[in-house]
């Protein structure tokens, strides 16, 4: 085969390659991070259009996002290299109405490689408003896909004068917005996993944790406290004659009463004490650093406060009292024989009348 080793320029073969190796290496050190789920999703996208502005030689890059992408309305722009950080206050907005043709490119998922902004018939919309005040000659912006629809746009802004784009400046402004796509997808599955760890460990009636969050936590505790050599007590609060309450309230009388239960429980500890809802009309309070005495305490102010509380329910006016087992944790035996002694020790109250407090022994 014959080669025109005229037009073959070493230098210039090597320069370009030299600049695209650098361009490939910065990009993959971000593109790296992206799962990186310790860094917010827009500190990452300031993160990576500042290295697209100073990769690309721009003068300002930002991130659009679609208000809804099945009837987009407005872009709202998410990050921006001109601000400081992030931003929380309410974020700028572009409207359809405004800018028909910019949003018809960018939802049919176009590249806009706009060399002279202001006769671009997919940008010059923006020429009186935006471009001319802001000198803005050239844009180069890409849509961020996810599954198959353009959920927003990375646009990157040359000022000054219009700009040939080259091609790998085109490639990599799509890498970008790629990786851009990929970060909200991570962030979008990270937000469902926080909230079905959530789930799984919430009481979904009261909101309280649970009896899997308890046994996870005690464990935890346990070790820590033994570490420490501190006491570690525990309360197991039950709701007397409850099955009277919901024979006379209905159902959904005796869960406004677990509810109410649940939120005086949460109002009379401290923030480091762990209230859960064990099943049914039964409630453990876990007390760190807590002394069995001052648990008692804790206990007796409970039950008074569940004796002189009223919930109103329909109309009507529902009072109960509860049985409250008090127990010094083990730290040397499983946490289940810590529960079985309070649970003796409601047993107990319940035999004695009801509306009690037994220490367990
Ligand atoms: N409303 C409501 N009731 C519940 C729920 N879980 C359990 N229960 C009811 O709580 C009642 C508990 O009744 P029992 O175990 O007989 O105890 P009790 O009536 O409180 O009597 P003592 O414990 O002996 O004072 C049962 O009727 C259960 O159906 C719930 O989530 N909501």
């Known amino acids: 085969m014959a080669v025109n080793v005229k037009e073959y320029d070493g230098n210039v073969s090597n320069n370009r390659h030299n600049e695209l190796t650098h361009v490939t290496q910065r990009l993959r050190r971000v593109l790296s991070k992206e799962v990186d789920v310790s860094v917010g999703h827009q500190q990452f996208l300031s993160d990576i259009i500042l290295e697209a502005k100073a990769l690309l030689n721009v003068s300002r890059v930002s991130v659009w996002l679609f208000d809804d992408v099945t009837n987009p309305e407005k872009l709202v722009n998410f990050a921006n290299t001109d ?78 004068e219009p700009r040939d784009w080259l091609q790998w400046e085109v490639v990599a402004a799509e890498l970008i917005a790629d990786c851009c796509s990929r970060r909200l997808l991570v962030h979008e599955l990270w937000q469902m996993q926080q909230r079905l760890t ?24 346990m ?87 009223t919930v109103q329910y329909e109309g009507k006016a529902i009072r109960f009292t509860v049985s409250i087992g008090v127990a010094d944790v083990n730290l040397h035996m499983p946490f289940s024989q810590s529960l079985k002694a309070a649970d003796q020790a409601v047993y107990q109250a319940k035999a004695a009348g009801r509306d009690q407090i037994k220490l367990a022994l």
């Open 83 to 160: 601000w400081e950080g992030v931003i929380t206050g309410p974020l700028p907005e572009l409207t359809v109405l405004d800018y028909p043709n910019y949003f018809r490119a960018i939802v049919n998922g176009e590249t806009i490689s706009a060399c002279d902004a202001i006769t671009d018939p997919r940008t010059k919309e923006f020429t009186e408003g935006y471009l001319i005040p802001q000198q803005i000659c050239a844009l180069l912006d890409t849509a961020i896909f996810q599954n198959g629809l353009a959920i927003g746009v990375v646009c990157c802004e040359g000022r000054f």
């Open 198 to 221: 959530e789930m799984a460990f919430q009481d979904v009636l009261t909101g309280l944790k649970n009896r899997r969050y308890l046994m996870d936590y005690a464990r935890s505790e």
């Open 223 to 309: 070790s820590r406290h033994q570490r420490s050599d501190r006491p570690l007590s525990l309360l197991m609060i039950d709701l007397d004659r409850f099955k009277l309450i919901n024979d006379e309230y209905g159902h959904d009388g005796g869960d406004e009463v677990l509810k109410q239960f649940a939120r005086c429980c949460n109002e009379l500890v401290r923030t480091e004490d762990c209230v859960c809802r064990l099943g049914g009309e039964e409630f453990i309070i876990l007390l760190p650093e807590t002394e069995v005495a001052k648990a008692m305490n804790v206990a007796q102010r409970l039950r008074e406060e569940a004796a002189g509380l």
